[in-house]
């Protein structure tokens, strides 16, 4: 069975750093591409990264571009977002998802997610 395992979230004051990591098991996630999405407390998931299966082509939104950086160990079968600089609207829960399709990084929908990890709460106080 398909599991994706987030974890690194937590409480962290407005430009603090946190990292988190996304662990999957059940095959090897090594040929998708692999990204995270985010949801603010009372609003919908949105798109936040996401990484090729080789690690080449990147895509983020426009609000964490220059703050946070996704990368990813093939061989861990492991993804990482390094969120710094960050803000109290960054509080979020955050999860791991693959896409359906690894021909793109352009996932920013939800329904072009086939697996969701659990997610993992990120607070920024002000």
């Known amino acids: 069975q398909v599991h994706l395992v987030e974890s690194g979230g937590g409480l962290v004051q407005a430009g603090g750093s946190l990292r988190l990591s996304c662990a999957g098991s059940?095959?090897?996630?090594?040929?998708?591409?692999m990204g995270w999405f985010r949801q603010p407390p009372g609003k919908e998931r949105q798109f936040v990264a996401a990484?090729?299966?080789?690690?080449?082509?990147?895509r983020y939104i426009p609000a964490v571009k220059g703050r946070f950086t996704i990368s990813r160990d093939n061989a861990r079968n492991t993804v990482y977002l390094q969120m710094n600089n960050l803000k109290p609207e960054d509080t979020a829960v955050y999860y791991c998802?693959?896409?359906?399709?690894?021909?793109?990084?352009?996932?920013?929908?939800?329904?072009?997610?086939?697996?969701w990890g659990e997610g993992t709460l990120v607070t920024v106080s002000a």
């Open positions: 990484i090729s299966n080789s690690g080449t082509t990147i």
């Open positions: 059940g095959r090897s996630f090594s040929g998708d591409v």
């Open positions: 998802v693959v896409p359906t399709s690894s021909n793109s990084v352009i996932i920013e929908t939800t329904d072009k997610i086939k697996y």
